[in-house]
Each structure stands twice: as C-alpha cells, then as structure tokens.
C-alpha cells in the first residue's frame, strides 16, 4: 500500500530555503516552548481559506490554506499562554509548509503538519512568513489516554446547491455554533461529504470555510461525489496516510481529488474511502486497503470508525442508486468480518440509523424500530446517514421499492421503513450527529441545529412546501432537541467496569 505521508518528504519550500537543518530540528521530536524560530522571509502573500485538519493521530494537526505567492512560508506554533498582546514568542516553533501551484485559480495551496503537540494544551498558530503572518488562530488538546471522546459528524453541507451561497453559508456557520456551543469539549468535526456544489468554485469554498471554528476544531474530511471532477478538494484539505492509487482516486491525472486514509485517535481507529471510486473493481480494492489498516493497526483500536460519502441504506432518493445496490453487495459482509463498529455516511440528506446489521442481514429479528439501546455483538455494524447540516438541500424520504431493489425491500415492524433502519427522519431542519465515546459503549444522537426559521436556505427559498415533525404536521423542535439517540454496547452487551468507569468519569454525557 502505498502511503502519503503529507510533509513528511521533501517538498517545493524545502528546497527552497536554505534551512535545513532549522526544519530537522522541528521535526516528529520537537518540543513546545523549546523550538526554534524561523529565520524565513516572504514577500508579501495574501493568505485564505486557512483550515485546521486532522493529523496521523492525536499529538498531529494538519493546516492547509492558499496563498498569492509561491514563496516559503510555515505554521508558527506556540503554546497560547505564552502569546501576549498577539506577539508570538522568539521561541516559537515553525513547520515548513508544502506549497505547490494551485492549478483551480491561479497561486498556491500550502499545508504543513504541526507534530508532537502535548495534551490539555491550549496552541495558538498562524501561516506564512516573518512580516507577512496570517491572523493567530487557536486550539485545544484533551486528554490523550482516556476512554472518552466527543466527535461531531455533519453529512452535505453542500454550499450553492440551494442557488443562494449566502444563505447556504449561513445555515452551515450556524449549525457549527449551535453545535460547538452544546459540545465544546468535541475533539473532532468529521465530514460526510459534499463540501459545496460544484467542485472547483471557490466562493463556494470561502463560504463553506468562513467560520473560525474550523481553524478551531480539526476537520476530518471526505470527499462527496460534488467534490469531484477538480483539485479544490484537495488543495484545500490535506490529509494523512493517504493512498491515491488509480482505484481510490477516480478521475483524469488533472483533475482528481480523494484517495483513502486512516488516523487514528485515542484508541479509535477512523478510515476514511472515496467512495466516488467505485467502478472497475474500486469496492473491492477499498475493502483490501481497510483490510490492511485494520490488519496493521486495528490491535490496539477498542473501535473502528468508517467513514465515505454514498449511503448504502440510503433513506431518501438515493435508495436505489444503481451504484449503491453494487455497494450493498460488496461491503456489509467484509465489514463485519473486519469489526467495524459504526459507519458514517452522507449523500442522502436526510437522517437514517440502521438496526445492528451483520454480514448485511439484521442481526436480531426482534430489535425493535428506534431501540434506545442496543448490543452490538460481534460482527455487528450500525450504519448512520446524516441529514443536512447547512439546510441547502433536503431529500424526502422515500417507500421501499423492490420493483427497483429486491433487496432492499420494507421493514416488517415498520413497513414505512426500509429493512435495515431503525430509524428514518426527515423533518426540513438542519441537525447534526453527535458521537460519545465512554469506553465500551458508543451513544450516537442526532440533533437539531435550526427549526423551520431563517437560516434554513430550502425552507426560505420556498423549494420545500412544509417544515416541522411528522411530515409537516407540528411546530418544529427547537434547536438542541434530540431527533433519536441509541446506546450501542460494542462488547456483546455485557456492560464492564470500563462502562462503568467511563460513565463516572464524565460529567457531560447527555
């Protein structure tokens, strides 16, 4: 398999600048407060669409942003306690930045990876160069060893495909402050997809990257089938341990963006598909490579997240995609043997959670429609499709149709559903997903971000003709209000003192 490793080798600014060995010494061993200043210059740039991603693991964070001028430029980091009145320390530590030619716009797209960050610390950093910095932007490490974590999962804030940037903008910096707001301690933002509407317009990109909390929160991201056909994808999010082999990374040479990675978090494993790759053998060179990060590094993983775009129990309009009937076939069954715990996905825009599916059949015949609790047991995988998180674009859910899926037909305790979901929602309302992990159990909720109110761009732009709970009959929730929240025990139901011990150490689970 081959691996990306970001900044890792030589690039454009390393051999540019003759610092060397200025660059060895802020590499994998380098330690805050101890580092060295660059002595680097650039000639004046201007810096945008500045993004915080995620790293190898938890001690990374990846930046990425585009700039006017091809010059050397670096991440200069420094704890925030030691930044006074906005004036970094002599000491602060520098990582060269990769910057390449920007082939979407003209200029330059940049990233470097800040490496050997320290947990329960506060970091402040910016881009660029001596005289010509960006604005400081910071971040917040957690505890690295616990058995709790918080992430956030939004499916297709998809910015432009209600016609109006602007307002798909605004419903998207909303749902980010709603949700940051109820979860300040989430450590990570992880994507479903679908960024913005059409691959390589970049007022779509600057609105979709306008908020501060994404220099704020890492950004694990996956690329939708509206991020392809253009470099922007990847100009604007570099991501680690990627492999761009011809089988994960469709399109020609000049304009293909994706690839498949993995990183890992505390204890848990997440990879991440294309899974816009997916003709001329492509599932199955997808399952091979997440059989072979599982293989070398699920061991000491107590969960395994997957994560890709194409919602194979598809809720909505997308249920019975040509594609997604191959895919259907080609996972459930290989991600069950390989322990996959929870897998996120998007391109439906609506939500849907599945029941324990294992070897691509309910695993229990008597789980009941939106079960509270669960156990997953082994084998056993929940699959969620995450709604819209900008309001740009809602898709209704949809009967079952075995004219167009034998396979794929309704559930017998709930014939209105699909038999793979627990449950199937939509309501015309931005939510979002939130993820605890506490020890051996996952708690997965899905929550309202906005009601039928402004920002909600299809609702405003009258492309939706009701709004609210039960298919438009109801006033809508309010914000913060759960949609459906399961318990999903992953150690065959049996709750452990690490259950235990998990629950006690957290005052904020929900």
Not at 68 to 89: E, I, L, M, Y
Not at 285 to 309: E, F, M, R, S
Request: charged share 15%.
């Amino acid at each position: 398999m081959k691996l990306d490793k970001g900044t890792q080798g030589p690039g454009l600014v390393l051999r540019r600048v003759a610092m060397t060995a200025t660059a060895a010494a802020l590499s994998a061993t380098a330690v805050f407060g101890g580092g060295l200043a660059t002595a680097a210059h650039a000639d004046s740039a201007t810096l945008t669409g500045i993004v915080l991603g995620v790293g190898a693991d938890e001690t990374q964070r990846v930046v990425s942003w585009y700039s006017s001028a091809g010059t050397a430029q670096v991440v200069q980091v420094a704890p925030t306690s030691k930044v006074v009145d906005g004036r970094f320390p002599a000491n602060a530590v520098t990582f060269p930045a990769t910057v390449t030619a920007n082939v979407v716009n003209g200029g330059y797209n940049a990233h470097a990876t800040i490496d050997s960050l320290k947990q329960n610390t506060a970091y402040s950093y910016r881009v660029g160069a001596e005289g010509n910095w960006s604005p400081a932007y910071s971040f917040t490490t957690q505890d690295f060893n616990g058995n709790n974590l918080d992430f956030l999962f939004f499916g297709d804030p998809q910015i432009g495909s209600s016609g109006n940037v602007a307002k798909d903008g605004a419903g998207w910096e909303d749902t980010l402050n709603v949700a940051l707001a109820a979860n300040p301690k989430a450590e990570l933002l992880v994507s479903g997809g679908d960024q913005v509407e059409s691959a390589n317009t970049e007022t779509q990109w600057n609105a979709f990257l306008a908020s501060d909390k994404l220099r704020q929160y890492p950004w694990a991201a996956t690329i939708g089938n509206h991020d392809v056909g253009g470099k922007a994808y990847e100009q604007h999010f570099w991501t680690p341990n990627t492999d761009r082999s011809a089988p994960y990374y469709n399109g020609s040479a000049t304009t293909r963006s994706g690839g498949d990675y993995w990183f890992t978090y505390k204890n848990i494993l997440f990879i991440d598909i294309n899974s816009n790759a997916y003709a001329s053998g492509s599932d199955a060179a997808h399952i091979a490579y997440i059989t072979d990060v599982v293989n070398k590094h699920g061991a000491g993983a107590k969960h395994t997240v997957l994560i890709y775009h194409h919602a194979i129990y598809s809720p909505a309009s997308h249920a019975n995609d040509g594609d997604n009937k191959v895919r259907r076939q080609d996972f459930p069954t290989a991600f069950s043997k390989l322990g996959v715990d929870l897998v996120l996905q998007g391109h439906d825009h609506s939500y849907s959670r599945s029941y324990v599916i294992k070897n691509g059949q309910k695993a229990n015949k008597d789980e009941q429609p939106g079960a509270t609790e669960v156990s997953k047991g082994p084998g056993g995988v929940i699959y969620v499709t995450a709604n819209s998180a900008s309001g740009s674009k809602y898709y209704d859910l949809t009967a079952p149709d075995t004219t167009k899926d034998p396979n794929y037909g309704p559930d017998p305790l709930n014939p209105k559903s699909h038999w793979a979901n627990s449950v199937e929602n939509q309501e015309h309302v931005r939510t979002y997903v939130r993820v605890q992990v506490r020890g051996n159990k996952l708690v997965v909720e899905n929550l309202r971000s906005g009601t039928c109110a402004a920002p909600n761009a299809a609702v405003e732009l009258g492309q939706e003709s009701w709004c609210g709970p039960d298919s438009g009959v109801g006033a809508a929730q309010p914000v913060g209000s759960t949609v459906d929240k399961v318990v999903i025990h992953t150690n065959e139901g049996k709750a452990g003192e690490e259950d235990k011990q998990a629950a006690s150490e957290s005052d904020w689970l929900q």
